[in-house]
């Protein structure tokens, strides 16, 4: 049974992680409470010895969930997918629901952590290129599994963690100047998610602790 007490979720509005995690929130309908963890201010706010307890990674999201604290988006998507209800987000078919987890993993854990923010501080002045070069690395392979895959969305027609993971990750491209139209299908799933109300409203633009220069 799904506690009556909100989750809360520490996140920051840039990232991808964090996105994903309230865009399924939205598409499943979950209210939730937003704690904002600035990864810049002071230094990052996500190194304190307190936001270690939540998260011993450092890192966004954590979420506070029925007395469990989860700090991996794709954790906190499959476990709100088996507790809430609302549209599902892994299919019940199992091929469609091993793609759905294949493109996921291509993108959470091959492309984003190579240009997240603590990558990039370390990689210093060339921190653009390398971002392309490995966004870039990363589409080349995603750009044919979902060719094989999509429909109206990644898998199929109906939208899953996939598509929850595949918008923050073109969203990343675009700030690193990434031509995502290079990509034809990448391109055009973005194109149709962007447009889908849990998409845009969870967007970096209009978040609680968006700065007022980069609110939309």
């Known amino acids: 049974m799904a506690s009556q007490t909100k989750p809360v979720l ?18 499943k309908g979950i209210e939730y409470d ?13 190194l304190t010895e307190q936001y270690k307890k939540l998260n011993p990674m450092l890192q966004v999201p954590a979420v506070e969930i029925d007395g469990i604290t989860l ?23 199992p091929k469609k629901r091993a793609q759905v987890r294949m493109i996921s993993d291509v993108i ?8 997240n923010l603590y990558v990039i501080q370390k990689i210093g002045a ?10 870039d690395r990363g589409f080349q392979a995603l750009e044919p599994i979902l060719k094989q895959t999509a429909g109206k969305y990644c898998v199929g027609d109906e939208i899953s963690m996939a598509d929850v993971c595949l918008v923050p990750q073109v969203y990343n491209a675009e700030r690193f100047k990434v031509d995502v139209g290079q990509y034809p299908t990448i391109h055009r799933l973005n194109q ?25």
Not at 126 to 135: D, P
């Open 126 to 135: 060339e921190k653009m290129q390398w971002a392309q070069h490995f966004i």
């Open 108 to 115: 959470a854990s091959g492309i984003q952590p190579l240009q």
């Open 34 to 46: 937003q704690v904002p963890v600035n990864l810049i201010k002071d230094g990052g706010q996500q």
């Open 10 to 27: 520490h996140g920051y509005f840039r990232s991808s992680c964090s996105w994903r995690v309230r865009i399924a929130f939205a598409l």
């Open 192 to 216: 149709t998610l962007v447009e889908i109300e849990a998409f845009k409203a969870t967007d970096p633009s209009c978040q609680p602790d968006t700065p007022a220069d980069l609110r939309a």
């Open 71 to 93: 700090s991996q988006s794709l954790a906190v998507i499959q476990y709100v997918d088996e507790t809430r209800p609302g549209p599902r987000l892994l299919p019940a078919d």
